[in-house]
Structure formats: C-alpha cells, structure tokens
C-alpha cells in the first residue's frame, strides 16, 4: 500500500507527508533516547502490529529520518538510530509533548512504562539556562541518564557514571516526587545532592490540573 500524502507546496504538509502516518513520532520519540533493534523498538512503541512498524520503518529510511546499521562484532544484530536530520526532530516533538500535557489525564500517567520516564521528564522540565545538572534514573530495569545543560535536557539510555542526583522508583513514584513533592518520597530511593532535587522540582511545569489532580490523588500516599 502506497503512502498518503498531502501534495501541497507547505512546509508543514511536507513534514506531516514524511512523519504524519500513524505510529511514526512514535518511533522518533524511542529512537531519541538511542539506537534500539527491531525487537526492542516494536516493544517500547507498544501495540504496533510487526509489519506495520517495518512499514514505517521503511519509510523513515527512504527519507533520511531513521538510518540502520550493523553491530560491531561479536554481535550479529542491526539497530535502528536517528540520522541528522531525526534529530532535528527533538525539539518540536518535546514542544508537542508539552502542548499534550493539556490534553493528558493523571490515570495516562500511572501507567507510563519505564522506558517512557525520560521522555515524560524531559516534557515537564523546563530548566532555565544556567542550570547544570545531570541525573540519573532506574526504573523496573530501565537506566538513563538526562543532562541538564543550556536550557535543554540531553536524554540517552545508560548508567549515568557519577549523576548530581539519581532516583529509583516506578515511573509514576518518580515523576510524583518531582510533581507532588517531599509527601511522595516514599517508595523512591533518591541519592545525591538534595538541592539538586529542589533544582528540578522548580523546573516542573504542568497544567494546574494535573497538578492538583496529582497532589489529591496521590498527595500524602506515597507511591510505592
């Protein structure tokens, strides 16, 4: 089956022909955190019948989104990676993240998979420019690392060496320390400078909503 395009001489139309189908930001948004094979993709997008994801896979390959390679031996397997020019996707989806969180229900968050914890902090911090930091996080087998820097937040999968802060916990317990505060620590094993931590609670921005929402629901009740 071909390909649905708009045909229209707009620059938008023209980014929505390339990255408009149906699970393709979302390949983009696993892929920002690193390159990742076929099996591991299909299972952090979640729900994308196999062929499918090898669709749009190909298509994001026939225009220069996504590029595949080869493992250095001893391994025999190809990933899956961003180019240059997926990159440069970044930005503009953690913005449309950040315009979703109006559109988003407490319930969507308690069920964020592991995998989707430094996607969904790198949306509700906003850092200013001068802030330094990088953290670490575990979640259900899952380690990354974010670094703060020139008003941005750098995200990759990995162990974070030596972090200005790490947390551990499930990602709702994670985010609900940030959100919520000190009343949600429980349940989440946080190490490293407690200023650090502080930092980052100020960078939370979320729609009062949410944030009432989340301080009701989850409020005092640690999640463990």
């Known amino acids: 089956m071909s390909r649905r395009e708009y045909d229209q001489p707009c620059s938008l ?24 094979r076929f099996s591991d993709l299909a299972r952090s997008v979640g729900g994308a019948p196999t062929d499918v994801l090898t669709k749009r896979l190909r298509d994001l390959e ?42 988003q229900k407490l319930a969507d968050v308690i069920d964020l998979q592991p995998s989707s914890l430094p996607g969904a902090l790198r ?12 953290i670490g996080l575990h979640s259900e087998g899952h380690a990354s690392r974010l670094r703060v820097e020139d008003g941005w937040i750098a995200a990759e999968r990995g162990e974070a060496g030596d972090p ?3 947390l551990t916990g499930t ?3 994670v985010i609900a320390v940030l959100v919520v505060g000190a009343a949600a620590e429980q349940g989440v094993e946080i190490e490293g400078d407690r200023t ?10 979320v729609p009062d909503r949410l944030r009432e929402e989340a301080l009701a629901t989850l409020g005092a009740s640690a999640v463990a």
């Open 13 to 36: 139309a023209c980014a929505l022909d390339s990255v408009g189908e149906r699970w393709s930001l979302l390949i983009v948004r696993e892929l920002m955190l690193g390159p990742l």
């Open 62 to 103: 026939a225009d220069g989104i996504v590029a595949r390679r080869e493992l250095d031996p001893p391994a025999s397997a190809s990933v899956y990676e961003l180019t240059e020019l997926g990159r440069g996707l970044e930005r503009p989806l953690n913005e449309l993240g950040r315009w979703g969180l109006g559109l």
């Open 123 to 134: 949306v509700i911090l906003e850092p200013s420019p001068d802030a330094e930091l990088t």
């Open 164 to 166: 200005d802060l790490a």
């Open 171 to 173: 990602p709702i317990g």
């Open 196 to 205: 650090a931590l502080e930092a980052l609670r100020g960078m939370v921005r």
